[in-house]
């Protein structure tokens, strides 16, 4: 069995990718992370009523990735599921979006990504599969920013403790976009900052863990309960605005999990294609070929 650990998974994207996992590959086994435990209980029942097989396959675990204590706990809970195994892969799926502030998107959308992974490195696999869930809206800020700033987000030498200094220096800035953009930041997005911070800790982890799969991708504009009141403001349909199911979500995450592992530190567009950290890549776009 691949044991595989899959955040946020009891909706949206996140529990599609544990049901691809399990429908697509017989040799694996989910971790369910969820916040709320009875909302995993929830989302592993309805998996199992799909396919009754499943129950084996699947463990439901508590996991709040803001809160360190929930995820020392589950680091023990996964530890004793594993039975002396490692972990194939981690999926680092929770994320927030909506009109949260920048403090709080940083909390989960990058430094619950980087609690997570130093939490549970010591049960993965030497050659285990990291994928981090990110968002276009990254590349999209980073396109925004001054060119030093740009030259920071790409730099594969950037080091943990300088990243979480950017971050700090980040939420002293006040004044609105007018501040961020002063400072080279674009128009200071929380949730686009906070996803290009993300992928700038991609980086970091390739470079210190060069025997991992280290790699991000964005799912696509997909519809979730965090995109549901942007489809409510613009009065139109999903289908009208080109949005796509959760099932489609899960392609990318699939394809840096089990696919050819063509690299570290990269970052994939929706279609599982290679894409630029700087700028926005639309699905069926020539691939990104550069450093």
Known sequence: MRHILVTGANKGIGLAIAEAILKEHADTFVFLGARDRERGRAAAAGLVSEQPAWKERIQVVALD???????????????????GDALYGLVNNAGIGGDRGLDAMFETNTLGVERVFRAFAPLLASTARIVNVTSAAGPSFVATCSLDRQRFFLDAQTTWPALRAFMD????ITGGPPAFAAKGLGDGSPYGLSKACANTYTLILAREHPSLGVNACTPGFIITDMTRHYVESQAKSPADLGMKTPADGAKAPLHLLFGALEGNGRYYGSDGKRSPLDRYRAPGAPEYTGA
Do not use: F, I, K, M
Request: proline share 0%; aromatic share 0%.
């Open 169 to 172: 220096e980040c939420l002293q």
């Open 65 to 83: 990735v803001t809160n360190a204590g929930s995820v020392s706990e589950a680091t023990g809970v996964v530890a004793d599921g594993l039975r």
